[in-house]
């Protein structure tokens, strides 16, 4: 899913030219794709990556409330619709049929009809009360969304979307993670909806997670505000849907939602600090001695950097570089060897690392579980 990238030499003016035609078309085709298609590159980088179960997400299965409205409001405007394109199609159908050319007409032209208060009339009246009803609909759905009263017990979680990562902090709970969202499971003797607060530390990006709730951008200095509820246990994908620079297609996101008694065991789990294991002291002391203490936070240690995903219990995620590809070690060293090759514009710089720097930092990170 990445941009096409190719590195152009030799040739005469002329050939490198067209070459370089050649890929400003194959960038704007990606450009457009990641720009008007995320929903299909999130999921076909999710299923090509993660080997994510739940496969494709789409808003005709609703398992949140706030989706369940959004899916109300839109059967009713496909329904609409349809039947516009029925009724419109059939009579276009109607009159080719009726007024074709027969073998016994005269070839006269036929009597014109111009004006008729009535079909006019009706061509404007209906239109009208449809949009009516549409935004009445409308209207009360969003408002009822955005206006949910708050139960005892509901989490709150604030979602800040970096370029291409998503930072997410439960300052209740005293938890920073990235990339996956952990929460409960609403049910209906005992809800436990979700508030987010969303923020951006650099461009414009928009959560979206389509089963669980509609799209709400992510804007710099300033906070947005929605909620999910999610009614079954399970995977969530969502991707950011702004586009945001080279790497939007690859901003993925995965809401983990935890059956009764699960979450808080979560929660513990996160709490914990980070194991202290004298076998790996020498990747620990790479760790310290790079840039990665500038960018990266490790509680209990005096790394707190703010550029980069909090590192506290990096390999009790699923994967690396929000969705970029699985958490395994295989794929954690290629990462830190050279970042561009799994995720290429990311933020993230290559350290050239020796070989053996990179086992000991590798074998380091594996116990930040």
């Not at 969003?142 to 709150?156: E, H, K, M, S, Y």
């Not at 009764?260 to 620990?284: H, I």
Request: with cysteine; charged share 20%.
């Amino acid at each position: 899913m990445s941009p096409p990238h190719v590195v152009i030499v030799g040739g005469s003016y002329g050939e490198r030219t067209m070459k370089l035609g050649l890929l400003g078309q194959k960038s704007l085709l990606w450009t457009l794709r990641t720009a008007f298609f995320p929903w299909a590159l999130t999921s076909s980088a999710a299923r090509a990556d993660t080997g994510a179960s739940n496969g494709i997400t789409n808003i005709f299965k609703p398992l949140s409330t706030p989706a369940e409205a959004i899916y109300e409001v839109s059967v009713l405007v496909l329904t609409i619709c349809a039947g516009i394109f029925l009724i419109v199609g059939g009579l276009l159908a109607y009159t080719h049929i009726r007024f074709r050319r027969r073998p016994e007409d005269d070839g006269r032209e036929p009597p014109q009809v111009y004006g008729s208060n009535q079909i006019e009339l009706a061509w404007t009246v209906i239109p009208i009360l449809i949009v009516f009803v549409l935004i009445l609909v409308t209207a009360r759905t969003i408002a009822d969304v955005q206006n949910a009263a708050r139960p005892a017990g509901a989490l709150d979680v604030t979602v800040v979307g970096h370029q291409w990562w998503w930072e997410i902090r439960y300052p209740e709970l005293g938890i920073v993670t990235a990339n996956e969202l952990h929460v409960p499971v609403s049910d209906p003797t005992k809800r436990r909806p979700t508030f987010l607060k969303l923020e951006s530390a650099d461009v414009a990006h928009s959560f979206w997670v389509p089963q669980l709730a509609g799209k709400t951008d992510a804007i710099p200095n300033r906070d947005n505000r929605m909620w999910i509820e999610p009614k079954q246990p399970g995977t969530y994908l969502g991707n950011c849907a702004e586009y945001c620079g080279t790497q939007h297609a690859r901003m993925l996101l995965r809401v983990i939602v935890h059956p009764p008694g699960e979450f808080e065991q979560w929660v513990e789990a996160q709490r914990q600090p980070p194991v202290d294991d004298s076998q790996v002291q020498a990747g620990r002391n790479v760790f310290f001695s790079t840039a990665c203490v500038n960018c990266h936070a490790i509680n209990g240690t005096r790394a707190d950097g703010k550029f980069g995903p909090d590192l506290t219990h990096l390999m009790s995620r699923e994967t690396l570089g929000s969705g970029a590809a699985p958490n395994t070690p295989e794929k954690l060293r290629v990462w830190l060897r050279d970042p561009q090759l799994l995720k290429e514009g990311c933020l993230m710089p290559n350290m050239q690392l020796a070989d053996t720097e990179l086992d000991h930092l590798v074998a380091y990170l594996l116990t930040l579980k």
